[in-house]
């Protein structure tokens, strides 16, 4: 055991199964170990380091704001707060506002509470129930676990949980779910932890339709398909739909801890209905501001296309030629996942692409799961595939 495993073993709380392989610098899609060994990150520390590990642009204006301003307080102005929620807005389409937090969970706890006062407010009895869906993810919270439709997270050693969330199987499922209690849908337009699983457009198309006419909401949960993973800057793009409540996270700091909850309910909180002590501090929007900076040349100049198209051709090439390993290749833009016949291969599969140096994730329970950088090189696509190649061949 190294000296740094033993370490973390004494003093960090172990609620992750780590590897001990010790990174100590990154360049775009590339990572290397303490001995310098190079690997391939096809996972971007789960759909995180959106313009690649220490992406120049990035560093630099990190560096710039630190040295001039990191925090001060949400009592006061923050001017990169201010425009990079102007820039999202602008980009997502839509006419909304936006609440800042630090991660995906406590954007999820803030669409939540927005719910929870819309259906305190806007009808003659009480709403708050959210119905969301099996396989999703929400997070790690005590109400977002619970919004967490995988029963098997809800564990009895952190209950009790707070009442107001109900699961269905399917979004066909949702309408008969809704009662007098309901107050909006909650759903990841592509689930990502339960598996890259992308619903059908039409589906969500009416769903949406019927909420609205309903006066319910719809929460996306955009934590990892947002900021330009699937294509679009936003899922909601690419289904065209208009959802009420959006959350963001991942992708949007490129590694610097940023969430965000909008709403196209402009005017639900008041002073001291909601807040952070870090969220939207000077340095995390200006990480934000220049994430989008860049990812947005990217998607104009059709270079993120390219690259999406590379990838996938490669996967459906792999998927199609291998259906001893695979069902099937999906996913849309750069979260994407291969079907594995069953569990043991897709942990074999994770194990021999390391030795390989090539980092995979694995999502649901037979999916290996890609979600590069959406900066990455042609090179680097092509070096990480022959490498997951021959982690193939020596299965
Ligand atoms: C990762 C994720 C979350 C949780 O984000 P944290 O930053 O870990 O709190 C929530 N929803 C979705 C869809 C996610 O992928």
Redesign the pocket.
């Known amino acids: 055991m190294s000296e740094l495993e033993k370490i973390d073993k004494d003093y960090v709380l172990s609620s992750y199964a780590r590897d001990y392989t010790n990174f100590v610098k990154g360049r775009g899609a590339k990572l290397y170990d303490e001995n310098n060994q190079e690997y391939i990150d096809f996972a971007s520390g789960?759909?995180v380091s959106s313009v690649g590990h220490a992406n120049p642009k990035l560093s630099r204006a990190i560096c710039e704001q630190a040295s001039s301003l990191i925090h001060i307080s949400n009592l006061q102005v923050i001017e990169p707060q201010a425009i990079l929620a102007k820039r999202v807005v602008e980009l997502s389409g839509y006419d909304m506002r936006c609440f800042f937090a630090n991660?995906?969970?406590?954007a999820?706890e803030a669409g939540l509470k927005i719910a929870r006062k819309y259906g305190e407010r806007n009808f003659d009895s009480k709403r708050y129930k959210v119905i969301t869906l099996k396989h999703s993810?929400?997070?790690?919270t005590i109400t977002?676990v619970k919004a967490t439709g995988q029963k098997e997270m809800h564990k009895a050693d952190f209950s009790p949980y707070p009442d107001g969330f109900a699961y269905v199987d399917s979004i066909d499922a949702i309408y008969e779910a809704i009662d007098d209690k309901c107050v909006a849908v909650m759903i990841?337009l592509v689930q990502?932890?339960g598996g890259v699983e992308p619903f059908d457009k039409a589906e969500i198309q009416e769903l949406a339709k019927f909420l609205r006419s309903k006066d319910l909401l719809l929460i996306v949960?955009e934590?990892?398909?947002g900021v330009y993973r699937t294509g679009k800057f936003l899922a909601s793009n690419l289904y065209e739909i208009e959802p009420d409540i959006i959350?963001l996270?991942?992708g949007l700091g490129g590694g610097v801890p940023i969430?965000v909850a909008m709403t196209r309910l402009k005017d639900i909180f008041q002073a001291g209905d909601h807040g952070s002590t870090f969220g939207g501090n000077y340095l995390s929007t200006r990480a934000g501001l220049t994430v989008l900076e860049i990812l947005e040349s990217e998607a104009q100049s059709e270079a993120l296309t390219q690259r999406i198209e590379l990838f996938s051709n490669y996967l459906d090439k792999i998927s199609n030629s291998l259906p001893e390993y695979f069902t099937k290749s999906v996913g849309v833009g750069l979260m994407r996942g291969l079907r594995c016949v069953d569990s043991q291969i897709q942990s074999a599969i994770l194990k021999e692409a390391f030795r390989q140096k090539l980092i995979l994730l694995k999502a649901g329970r037979n999916t290996v799961r890609f979600l590069p950088p959406l900066t990455i090189t042609k090179d680097e696509i092509d070096e990480g595939f022959k490498r997951f190649e021959k982690a193939l061949a020596l299965l």
């Open positions: 789960i759909g991660s995906g969970a406590e999820n993810f929400h997070g790690r977002t990841e990502g932890e949960d934590v990892q398909t959350t996270a991942k969430g």
